[in-house]
Structure formats: C-alpha cells, structure tokens
C-alpha cells in the first residue's frame, strides 16, 4: 500500500521529526510502497495536492537536516472539518483522492483540533467500510493533550523558555534601579509552557520571582500586591504570564480562528501599563511570541528523539491494523526518565485539554511549586549537534518547483 503523512497547527521545533519518524520507518518495511506528503495539512488531500518524500528525502542526511529544521516543512493548515453525517461532500473528495492513489494509511501530526480531524476521519472510513488507517501523531508546545504525559515540540520550547527567562534575569539584574520585567508566554487555557520558566529555581535562581497561569485566578489588585511584595525583596522582579490569563475586555484581539480559538496577546503590555500608572517604576513587557515555537537552535535532544520515535510508532501501530489512534506518551520513572508509547483513542484526546495539576501551583496560585520540576526537567535535556552554514543553523526546505 501507499501512505500519507501531513502536518497541522501551530509549528514546532519538533514537528518535522515526526515526519522524520514516519518516513523513516515506512522506508524500511515492504509492504509501504510510495510514501506522499500532503502539502498544508489534511487541505492538501481534500484538494489532491500531494509529492512523493521519497523524491525529496533523498539520504540519511537528508533526514538528520530535516530533523533539526523548526516548523512544518510540508505547510500547515487549521481546517475544521465538518460533521460528516450533516454533509459528506469534502470527505468524499478525501475518499477519492485516497484511492486514485492507493494510500491505505493516513498519519496525521498535530494538536487537539488535528486529532478532531483524525476521529472524523477515522468514523467516517468505519462507516463506509474503507480499509484507510488514520493515526493521529501529537505535537503542541502548549502541552495540553488529554492522556499522554506530554507532547512532542513543548520540551524544545520549555527550553527556550527557560533560557530565555535566564538571559533576561542577568539583563535585568545590571541595574541599581528597581525595575519589573513582565515576560508574556504562550498558553491560551493551560499554563504548562509558562510555568516550564520556572525550572531556573531547580537551579537556585529565584527568578521568574512570579508566575502566573489560566489554571490559577488572576486579580489587578493582587498582581499589584504581590509585585510591591517582591519589590521590597528584590532590586529587580521578574513576572512569567500566561497570554490567556483572564483580562478585561479588549485587551485582546477577540479575533478566533476556524476552531473558534481566540487570538490572543496584550496581557503583557497591559500589565505593564498597569504597573507604571500603580506603583510607578521602571517596568517592561516582553511578549516571546512566534520564537519560543521554533528555535530549533535551542532545541531539546530529548524532545526531537522522541519526536521522531513517537512517529514511528504510529506507522507501527497502522500495520497491526488499528485506526482512529493518537499515539501518546506514559511515564514510566521520573528518575531514571523513562517513557513508553502507545496509542489511545482519538476520541479521548480530540477537542480536549490538560491543565497543570493542582499541586504544581503555591498555594497562592502566583508561582510554581517544586513538585512540577522533576516532571520539566528531564524534558529540556541534551542539545543536538547541529549542521551549520555560514555561521547559522543549516535547515531543510522545499522549493516551490519541486510542490509542481
């Protein structure tokens, strides 16, 4: 049979490891014959616009380069798909582009919404007694799918986090003015990449001095005591929050996408005017935004080893016949970090999420507890050994003739 493998979401450090992963591992069994890649995500097959990997991913090198490159070299795309049983019609331009290529095994990689499409998808064939497998291959930096321990692409951003948290401490700490720096992390309902920043006190920094998360209730007028409390301990604060803590009305955007996700940043800069007209220091705001997604130049050899191991075990998990399965992580050993794969069902995973437990929090709800660091930790570890070119991470790209 013939298989395709497609990309969707948010992109990652780690998501092109997973490709990595799936192409990998179809290379080396005989019953996959052509391997295609669906370009923008499961649009690519509604509208047949596929290529054949094995024309682009030509050697090991190939895959080692492909493996380090951020974001999602096949395109990317957040499309609903409908319910099928109140209209078929795009699934049925699914069906046919399948068959006139003979794919019997579709592996789709990406986050909740992405796994709505692979349970669609895999209800659908069940219903129409089609012999495709979908298997869904999770990835988001925000760490919030339902079952597994966590995702492929969050440790890679964490790291990012983190360091950058400590880049910021020894900016912030030349000064002998008192300052806050308010440092805005991605996260629109689950605080897990915020609260990763926190891993600098494993190490014996105090800072980020405050955290703040969706999970926890956020208050102006005890953001504004907790900061005056820091300040009389620290000559500079730094503050770590979430972009979805709860804000008044119009600080964001309110703009959603096709999933009804809110767009959302502002909370930084709000907080930050906040400060200067209550308490009246030096303050700046620091919105990470798009570059704690795809700095593969700090990326976690952890997570993209994974990555790529969790993508071959979906192709696995296709040949012994199973379908409609999101392949996840357990957590066997903090210490030594052990993990095991193994699929769940779409259904439990699809248009859910995670939130940090309740025990990674203080019992004030402003910073994170030491419980969380031996689950962080062992995520952010090792550093690949990059390919370089002119002084810059060499990364793996697609020319537009070769999409033709």
């Not at 068959?99 to 349970?119: C, E, H, L, P, W």
């Not at 704690?292 to 990326?299: D, K, W």
Request: with cysteine.
């Amino acid at each position: 049979m013939n298989i395709a493998v497609a990309q969707s979401g948010g992109p990652t450090c780690a998501i092109n490891a997973s490709l990595v992963g799936v192409f990998r591992e179809s290379l080396k069994e005989p019953t996959i014959d052509a391997i295609f890649g669906s370009i923008n995500g499961v649009e690519g097959i509604i509208h047949d616009h596929l290529i054949d990997l094995k024309t682009m991913i030509l050697t090991n090198e190939d895959m080692e380069l492909l493996r380090q490159t951020p974001s999602t070299v096949l395109g990317s795309c957040r499309y609903k798909l409908p319910d099928w049983q109140e209209d078929d019609a795009v699934y049925q331009q699914i069906v046919h582009c399948l068959k006139r290529r003979q794919i019997g095994a579709f592996f789709y990689i990406g986050g909740n919404d992405s796994m709505d499409t692979v349970q669609k998808l895999s209800s659908y064939f069940r219903e129409k007694k089609l012999d495709i497998k979908v298997i869904g291959i999770p990835k988001t930096i925000d760490n919030d799918l339902c079952i597994t321990d966590h995702t492929p692409g969050f440790g890679s951003a964490a790291k990012y986090v983190a360091t950058t948290m400590q880049e910021i401490v020894r900016d912030s700490s030349v000064y002998s003015m008192p300052s806050i720096t308010i440092v805005e992390i991605m996260g629109r309902h689950a605080g897990w990449l915020t609260a990763s920043s926190a891993v600098l006190h494993a190490y014996g920094d105090p800072a980020p001095h405050l955290v703040y998360v969706p999970e926890s209730h956020f208050s102006e007028k005890k953001f504004l005591r907790d900061v005056e409390q820091e300040m009389a301990k620290h000559k500079a604060v730094i503050v770590a929050v979430s972009e979805g803590v709860a804000v008044p009305e119009g600080v964001q955007s309110g703009a959603v996408d096709n999933f009804g996700h809110k767009y959302l940043s502002g909370i930084g800069k709000y907080l930050e005017q906040l400060v200067r007209e209550k308490i009246g220091c030096k303050v700046r705001s620091i919105e990470l935004n798009v570059m704690q997604r795809c700095s593969s130049h700090l990326c976690s050899k952890t997570d993209i080893d994974e990555s790529e191991q969790i993508g071959a075990a979906g192709v696995q998990c296709a040949l012994n016949g199973e379908t409609g399965r999101v392949m996840v992580f357990r957590r066997i050993h903090d210490m030594p970090y052990t993990v095991v794969m193994e699929p769940a069902d779409a259904s439990q995973i699809a248009n859910r999420e995670k939130f940090l437990p309740r025990e990674f929090l203080t019992p004030a709800g402003n910073n994170i507890s030491d419980k969380a660091m031996p689950y962080f930790l062992p995520l952010i570890q090792g550093e690949l050994n990059l390919q370089m070119h002119g002084g810059i991470p060499k990364h793996f790209t697609i020319t537009e003739s070769v999409l033709k």
